[in-house]
């Protein structure tokens, strides 16, 4: 840890049930603090909302973290076999950005998600089909998590039967918490999903279909607008960013408005409140915690603070949504707030491409849940909710019960 460095206490669970008094206080202490983020990482964390919104669309500040200098982040990179995942649009910058992300934007357009919203649909009530006799569920495990895996998979043509395994990878990659990660196995998930979406391409090649992952094959063999190596993690980033923040945005929503009883009867009474509350729930807290990395590629000047060449630049987008300079009375979840133009989904080119299928997402399942499951109510008290410790944030179960149902 850098001397003056403010460690987020990833060991705590305190801290890791509500870490917004702590963010409150590096907001509060200044708009750009050095911390040490979960796996014992230095980073400078951006704490308010105009500086963010500025660092988001900051040429200087790469997504590519081979412009890091951090070794305790390098040494957690894949080696051999893993590391072609991390060419993929999330961690590019222009020209190879612009034309990776060009590649699948048609297939995230409001427009297009808004055509699968019947299947969206038929998915929520299958689940909770399963669940409704029984008077109470986890709706992580039975709900909130096979949703969005459902849905990527079919937009990819992925076999849904493989997505306990690649679930188990993506876990392993992402997760972060108080201890760096192990790198022997971080480097084995890393090569696992590489061998699985390998043989899910050659797969895919021999017998091509009306899918995502058909198309972008299409786009690497007959336009060469893609490598071998760009198509493979392009497909793992789909798989991996297309359902592990929705999860925790549709668990996470339920979470607030079972732990708001004011806000939940405001809901039910007034349906057409939902996309609101689903802006509210991205703003209040949302499934990116604390923010956004980027890594300085000079010496870059932001708030009044240098920040030096090669840093983690921790954009707060959690911290900064609560800075009560942009948002009125921002500690307090107000499902009719207006103008919320919360940084949950990031800004710039970088802007979330599957944000439009994550708010429809999160609109269907949430309205299922409270008109499907009557009485809706946590099975343990609040402060037991075991929430993920750092990075991704959201419910790791979600325990409740409710009138039983067919």
């Not at 950005?97 to 409001?110: D, E, G, M, P, Q």
């Not at 849905?151 to 108080?178: K, Y």
């Not at 893609?226 to 945005?249: P, R, S, W």
Request: charged share 25%.
């Amino acid at each position: 840890m850098t001397e003056g460095s403010v460690p987020l206490p990833y060991a705590d669970p305190a801290f890791v049930a509500d870490p917004f008094p702590l963010y409150r206080q590096l907001r509060e202490d200044g708009p750009v603090r050095r911390v040490v983020i979960a796996g014992a990482l230095d980073a400078w964390v951006v704490t308010r909302y105009e500086d963010g919104l500025a660092a988001l669309s900051d040429s200087r500040l790469s997504s590519d973290v081979r412009d890091a200098s951090d070794a305790r982040l390098l040494r957690q990179l894949p080696t051999s076999g893993g590391e072609s995942l991390m060419g993929n649009m999330l961690r590019s910058d222009p020209p190879d950005h612009t034309r990776l992300r060009r590649l699948v934007s048609k297939a995230f357009t409001a427009h297009r998600v808004a055509g699968m919203r019947p299947r969206i649909q038929a998915i929520a009530d299958q689940l909770l089909d399963a669940v409704a006799p029984a008077g109470r569920a986890d709706l992580v495990a039975d709900f909130a998590l096979p949703l969005p895996v459902t849905v990527i998979s079919e937009l990819l043509g992925v076999p849904l039967d493989d997505r306990h395994d690649f679930q188990r990878w993506t876990n392993r990659i992402v997760t972060r918490g108080a201890e760096p990660p192990d790198p022997a196995m971080v480097n084995e998930a890393y090569q696992h999903m590489r061998a699985y979406v390998t043989e899910l391409v050659r797969a895919k090649r021999a017998a091509p279909g009306d899918d995502l992952l058909s198309g972008l094959i299409a786009a690497r063999d007959e336009e060469q607008r893609l490598t071998e190596d760009e198509l493979v993690a392009m497909v793992f980033l789909l798989l991996a960013a297309g359902h592990i923040t929705t999860v925790n945005l549709i668990s996470g929503g339920i979470a607030m408005l079972l732990t708001h009883p004011a806000q939940l009867e405001l809901l039910r009474s007034d349906p057409e409140l939902l996309p609101g509350a689903i802006e509210e729930f991205l703003r209040y807290d949302g499934p990116v915690s604390p923010g956004i990395a980027r890594f300085a590629r000079e010496d870059v000047e932001i708030a009044g603070v240098t920040v030096p060449r090669g840093a983690t630049v921790l954009i707060g987008s959690a911290i900064a949504d609560r800075d009560p300079a942009r948002f009125p009375d921002p500690e307090r979840l107000d499902i009719t707030r207006q103008d919320n133009a919360h940084l949950a989904f990031g800004h710039g080119i970088h802007y979330c491409l599957g944000a439009p299928l994550a708010r429809l997402e999160g609109q269907i399942a949430i309205a299922a849940a409270l008109r499907r499951l009557p009485g809706l109510a946590l099975a343990v008290a609040p402060d037991e909710i075991r929430w993920r410790p750092g990075g991704l944030r959201g419910p790791e179960s979600l325990p409740v019960t409710f009138t039983p149902g067919g």
